[in-house]
């Protein structure tokens, strides 16, 4: 199937009972069971329920994995699968990652133990110095949030597998429609489900799929035991939202690429980042790792009082978290999504107070330049 057939068309479909041609909302916690031990494939809803079974396998699909979950949210997604980790484990990790990830494993994962190095995994190099005896994961964002730089994913898994250790690649930014990490070597691929595979924000959830069953069981363990699934409401509005992941991606880019080329023309715009721009250092190896660029934009505007004169005159662009949205939502990283970060390391990073964050949404093009246009003259 090609990709716009697929999110329509994989996985589960219908349902087998009543013809339903969309997969119904199983809202029920418990199931009848023939005798004891014997049932038809569900007992609890924690373990397994149909509504998100359906979205498992559609993400597995999606994803070219061997095994699908759905979590209650992209950082229960995050949490569970480092929990794959045990005390003394040591991470390597991007480092201008998403602020809530950074958080839950400095205030969280490192009072169980559990140590993280944060590079510049754009630069192979640089992961394998930061690899040590205690080394057990690799996790990367390419791109990344919100500097948009790009990690070369097959060189990754090289070094990673060399090491006997797992890669783990948040595909959030590329969304399974345009990047498929698996396919280039990674063990486990996630996603802030919230973002671009909802598509409406309405829904709050992750997602995972692993290449391998070994894994799978593992994480199963996991989720069944700590317990942070998706509920069938939040499944069925995912299950929704993925049908036209195909649409809006191609629309949302088509748009990005008009405003990054616009934004790298304005002469108050200091510094744009885009995979798509031919001047971004990434721009070669995500051309080649992935088959879009995606809708994320940052830009600097220069210090803290131009960003806040932006913000409070675009009309398009809504000021708000999360992104990967119908319609365009704007922010600034160093006092919203990464404000978790301290602020020495936001600057050595390039997370200035002067960041602004773009999630392009599928609006006409030309009246969200005229937006930025007014907002920045």
């Known amino acids: 199937m090609k990709a716009k ?59 070219h994995g ?8 992209g950082m229960a997604a995050i949490s569970s699968v480092l929990m794959l980790l045990n005390s003394g484990d040591h991470l390597v990790i991007t480092d201008d990652v998403y602020g809530g990830t950074f958080r839950v494993i400095d205030k969280v994962f490192k009072r169980l133990g559990i140590s993280a190095t944060f590079i510049d995994t754009s630069k192979p190099e640089n992961i394998e110095r930061a690899i040590t005896e205690k080394t057990k994961a690799i996790y990367l964002e390419t791109p990344t949030n919100p500097l948009l730089k790009v990690t070369d994913i097959q060189k990754s898994a090289t070094i990673a597998h060399d090491h006997g250790l797992i890669l783990i690649v948040d595909n ?20 802030s489900a919230t973002k671009y595979i909802g598509g409406h924000s309405d829904v709050v959830a992750g997602l995972v799929a692993v290449a391998t069953d070994e894994l799978a069981e593992r994480l199963y363990f996991i989720q069944n035991s700590v317990g942070a699934v998706s509920g069938p409401q939040d499944a069925w509005l995912l299950l929704r939202g993925i049908k036209t992941l195909g649409l809006r991606m191609e629309q949302i880019e088509k748009n990005a690429r008009q405003i990054a080329k616009f934004l790298t023309e304005h002469p108050k715009v200091k510094r744009v980042y885009y995979p798509g721009l031919e001047s971004h250092p990434g721009h070669a190896l995500a051309a080649r790792q992935a088959s879009g660029f995606g809708g994320m934009i940052s830009f600097d505007a ?16 809504t000021l708000a978290e999360s992104l990967g949205a119908v319609e365009s939502l704007i922010s600034v990283p160093a006092k919203m999504t990464h404000a978790s970060i301290p602020k020495v390391r936001r600057e050595e990073l390039g997370i200035t107070d002067g960041l602004i964050r773009l999630s392009v949404g599928i609006e006409d093009a030309e009246d969200l330049i005229e937006d930025l246009k007014n907002a920045l003259e």
């Open 5 to 63: 057939t697929q999110v329509v068309h994989a996985g589960i479909t219908g349902d087998e009972f009543t013809g339903s041609v969309s997969v119904p909302i199983y809202q029920t916690s418990t199931y009848k069971q023939e005798s004891v031990g014997k049932t038809k494939g569900y007992d609890y809803s924690r373990s397994a329920n149909p509504t998100r079974r359906a979205l498992e396998v559609l993400i597995r699909d999606l994803e």
């Open 302 to 317: 220069g210090d803290e009082a131009a960003a806040n004169r932006i913000l409070s005159r675009v009309r398009y662009f």
């Open 172 to 191: 959030t930014f590329a969304t399974p429609y345009w990047q498929h990490p698996l396919d280039l070597g990674a063990d486990i691929v996630l996603h």
């Open 66 to 73: 061997k095994a699908g979950f759905a979590f209650g949210s």
